[in-house]
C-alpha cells in the first residue's frame, strides 16, 4: 500500500462550475477558468432569469451539490495569492471556505506550481490551510502533515506561526519531512524525520478529531515530476482515518 493508492481510489461523476449571470469583469471568469483548465472539473457560464446574479454553483450530473458567491471565490483563491499564506498574512482560522471548494473533495487533480501556473497549486496551499484551520479550532485530536523539507516550516513565516499554535493547543501534533532542521524543544509537536521516496515526494495534511462526530480532513498530493502534483481531499470520517493510520504505520 502507498499514498498513492488513496488518490487512485478518487472517483467523482462530471462536475462542472457554472456562474450564473455573471457581472463581474471578463478577467475574473478568466481566473477561474484558468485555475480549472485542464481538470475534471468544467467551467461554464450561464444566464438564467430571476436567478440571484454572480453565484456560482457545482453542478455533478445535472445536480446542484453546493453553492458560493463569486465574490467569495475571489477573496479565498481568484484575486489572491500563495503569500498571502505563506507570510501568515492571513491565518487558517480567517480561512472561510467556499462550499464549491469543499465539495469538490473526491476529485484528483493535476496541478502546476510556479512558475508554470500561479494559481494552480494555490488550490492544494487553499485546503491545507483550512485543515489546520479545523485543528486549531478543534478540542483535541491528531494533526498529520509533510513539508518535503522540515527546514519549510521555518522558512515560512505563517507556517511556522501556524505550527507554534499547534504545538501549544491540545491537538497532537505530527510533521514529517526530511530532517534538515531541528524544531526548538519548546515548539510542542513531534518529529517524523525520512529521506524515503514518500517523505521526499508527498504533501498531506490530515486532521483526525478525539470525537468521531466532530469534523475530519484530509490532503494527499504527491509530486509526480518537479512542481507538478497529483492531489485531492476528503472530509469523509472513513477515509480520513484510513488515510491517517497509513501514515502513523508507514512513516
Known amino acids: 500500500m502507498s499514498l498513492r493508492q488513496f488518490l487512485d481510489s478518487a472517483e467523482r461523476g462530471s462536475l462542472s462550475l457554472v456562474v450564473v449571470n455573471r457581472d463581474a469583469v471578463d478577467p475574473v471568469q478568466n481566473l477561474l477558468e484558468e485555475l480549472f483548465a485542464g481538470q475534471p472539473v468544467d467551467v461554464d457560464e450561464r444566464e438564467i432569469p430571476d436567478e440571484e446574479g454572480e453565484m456560482v454553483y457545482l453542478v455533478e450530473d445535472e445536480a446542484v451539490l453546493a453553492s458560493s458567491t463569486l465574490t467569495e471565490l475571489e477573496k479565498t ?137 466532530d469534523p475530519h480532513a484530509a490532503l494527499v498530493a504527491l509530486e509526480t515530476e518537479p512542481r507538478v502534483w497529483d492531489g485531492y481531499w476528503t472530509f469523509e470520517p472513513d477515509k480520513v482515518t484510513r488515510i491517517a493510520r497509513y501514515i502513523q504505520r508507514e512513516l
Do not use: C, M
Open 77 to 213: 483563491i481568484l484575486l489572491v495569492n500563495s503569500d498571502l499564506y505563506i507570510t501568515g498574512a492571513r491565518s487558517p482560522e480567517e480561512l472561510d471556505l467556499p462550499a464549491v471548494l469543499r465539495e469538490l473533495d473526491g476529485v484528483q487533480f493535476r496541478l502546476r506550481g510556479y512558475p508554470e501556473s500561479n494559481k494552480e497549486k494555490l488550490l492544494l496551499i487553499t485546503i491545507s490551510r483550512y485543515i489546520e484551520g479545523v485543528a486549531l479550532a478543534s478540542e483535541g485530536g491528531t494533526h498529520r502533515a509533510s513539508f518535503q523539507r522540515l527546514s519549510r516550516i521555518n522558512d515560512e513565516k505563517g507556517t511556522r506561526r501556524v505550527y507554534e499554535q499547534l504545538g501549544e493547543s491540545p491537538v497532537d501534533t505530527h510533521v514529517y519531512g526530511i530532517p534538515n532542521w531541528t524544531p526548538p524543544d519548546e515548539f510542542g509537536v513531534t518529529i517524523h524525520g525520512g529521506r524515503s521516496q514518500e517523505y521526499r515526494d508527498s504533501w498531506f495534511v490530515t486532521f483526525v478529531p478525539d470525537s468521531a462526530a
